[in-house]
């Protein structure tokens, strides 16, 4: 039982490495010799060196994400996953955009038999992959584990997306059947309301069809849309009380819950939350489950693309290039950071800042200093950056170098096509976000000798 439970994590460490970015080749050769001597212990099996030469690298940079990574994997393959669930979480701290390693860190909880947690990862893995089409291994082994897990309704939703994804597959059309016969009535006629679950094209029948509200499911919708939760314990007592009653028509308790976590998380946190409310969003959603599944949608939406948290990325010659920008209520400055994404692997090459200062006339100066790793912290040039000038009220935009931050020029034109480098540093549109995106691709196309990977 155990190596079948061993070969379900190695199968599953496969599959992530597969999920995030793909293939790309190793165009700038590591700086740090313990990294590839460890990679190369790694690939000779020699998993107890690679963990000791990861952990020398690591003990220099602890911001090494490759590093946490890769030894993490090591620990999976000794069958130590305690210290992989330990590093996986550590580089998940330092990158929480990249699905990889919410993947290793699932497989790694079911083979300790933390089937909640592994759920909670591979949830997180699935949101947060932005193929068009989700990876169909991973959505089966999540359907696996909610049956085990008797939910039932998750299940059933994951099989539905299975069968449509594989229409002539006849397992996932019975394990769909099979998930349907133990979801109550309540849940599948309140999922079918709320669009979540769409059967309409799966032949099944005798399913419920939504109808009208009644006096006090209107009641509820009206109180809900009218009261302003001011904190989470005030909205989780209502919660209780709401989750408690019989008296609606079958699937509106469902579909009144759903709408009541929404309006809790918006009226707690905010349309546009800072960085610091979005952090406590994340620990609400991994520790109390009644505000999901709508908490961990709205968080990883939020980690994303939203006005104080927002990602984007490019992609470089053969290396993709993956940023995240942030901003915490109280500071004038957002947290920057780029991750250099090579062999699947992404690591920490940028760790800097973003100020931006407006004027009376609408002209906006973006500047973003370049910043060198000292090891246990990152130091900001005071002199040297790049700077972006843009105006409000359209979304042209100008560079300037700064100091001498020409040190670390090197021409995008053997890499990209001017089309391509026309697209990348013309804003999308005239908001801010869109500008410091811009400038943010400018200074990865045209300074990429700043970005040393380790």
Known sequence: MKTICHQFVVTLLMLALSMHIPAVVDAQKR????FNKAEEAFQKQDYVQAITLFGKVISR?????????????????????????ADYTKAIEINPNNPDLYAGRAAA??????????????DAALLLDKKEQKNEKL????????MQQ????QALIDYQELANLNPSDGRYIQLRREALAKVSEEDLAGMIELGVL??????????????ADDQKTIEVRKFIAETKF???????KYYTLLAARNDFPVGKKTVLLSLLREKILTDVFGEHPYMEDIEAMKRLVETENWINPEGKKRYFQLINDSRYWFTGGLQRGDTYYFYKVMKGRYSSKYKMQVFAVVNNASNLVLNSEVVVTEDSTGTRIIEIPAAENKGYMWVTSKTDKLRGVTNMNNSNLTFEAIGNIARF???????????????????NGAELNDAIKATLNYLILEYSKMFVLR
Do not use: C, M, W
């Not at 909880?109 to 591979?122: C, I, T, V, Y």
């Open 31 to 34: 700086t740090d010799k313990d």
């Open 61 to 85: 940079y602890p911001d090494h994400v490759a590093a946490y990574q890769k030894r993490a994997e090591a620990f999976v393959e000794i069958k130590d996953y305690n210290s992989a669930v």
């Open 109 to 122: 909880h079911r083979a300790l038999g933390n089937l909640q947690a592994a759920l909670q990862d591979l």
């Open 139 to 146: 959505l089966n082994y999540r359907a696996e584990l909610n």
């Open 150 to 153: 008797k939910n039932y309704a």
């Open 198 to 211: 769409n059967l309409a094209s799966s032949g099944l029948s005798g399913l419920p069809t939504p109808t």
């Open 230 to 236: 001011a904190t989470v314990e005030e909205g989780r």
């Open 409 to 427: 020029n090197s021409s995008a034109k053997s890499v990209v096509t001017p089309q391509q480098f026309d697209k990348f540093i013309k804003p």
